[in-house]
């Protein structure tokens, strides 16, 4: 039988298969641990419309939305989604969702909404199945629901689990930022992995 020869480029994404989960989830963990920075500090749910500094700017620190907690963990790594998102709706803002009639992009709002992060995520991201299978959700993706409400939210997977093998949730759903066991409680919306080389090369820094 003739010998199949595998064209160089296939071979080395073979061989460098085994290696691609464990850099995503080491960078995942990073992510992690700069979103568990909050616990403690982040006491309280506060969604009121605040005119923000930009670039960087961010609502007083014992206080905020589930958003703030994604803006927060990605800003340790030098990733402006404040900045990000508000530029990406100035270039493709037919792409966003069209829910708040606003009649331009607004920086003080724009990244702290759900739906918005969720288009970003998709469009500079990886987009993932919407699994009930826990094993599918890595530390560090990103996960929104609707809330029984009808209300979006959005959180970080931990990379710790609950004793039945869930991964617990850090999320700000109404007592500031807290890690707890919800990642199947919502309707899941969206599921994304967003690890940009900041990311990583921080996470090679420390030594993670």
């Known amino acids: 039988m003739r010998a199949i020869r595998l064209k160089p480029i296939l071979v080395t994404l073979l061989f460098l298969m085994p290696c691609i989960r ?8 990073c992510l992690v641990e700069a979103a ?3 616990i403690g500090i982040t006491t ?5 419309y605040v005119v923000l500094n930009y670039p960087g700017g961010d609502v007083a620190p014992d206080r905020g939305v589930c958003t703030d907690v994604i803006v927060r963990a990605y800003r340790q790594f030098g990733i402006d989604l404040q900045r ?8 493709k803002g037919s792409v966003y969702p069209k829910l708040w009639k606003l009649a331009r992009p607004d920086p003080n709002i724009d990244h702290r909404r759900v739906p918005n992060l969720a288009t970003f995520f ?18 560090g993706d990103l996960v929104t629901w609707r809330l029984p ?14 004793a039945a093998g869930t991964p617990l949730v850090i999320h700000n759903i109404g007592l ?10 919502f309707t899941i919306t969206g599921h994304y992995r967003y690890l940009p080389p900041p990311v990583a090369d921080a996470c090679k820094a420390s030594g993670a």
């Open 44 to 48: 309280l749910y506060d969604s009121k």
């Open 22 to 29: 464990p850099v995503f989830a080491q960078s995942g963990h």
């Open 84 to 91: 990000l998102v508000h530029e990406d709706r100035r270039r």
């Open 176 to 185: 500031g930022a807290v890690e707890e066991n919800v990642l199947f409680s």
């Open 36 to 38: 568990r920075k909050q």
């Open 149 to 162: 409400a009808g209300v979006p939210h959005i959180g970080i997977v931990s990379n710790r689990r609950a």
């Open 122 to 139: 998709s469009r500079h991201g990886q987009t993932l199945a919407t699994s009930r299978q826990p094993a599918a959700y890595l530390p």
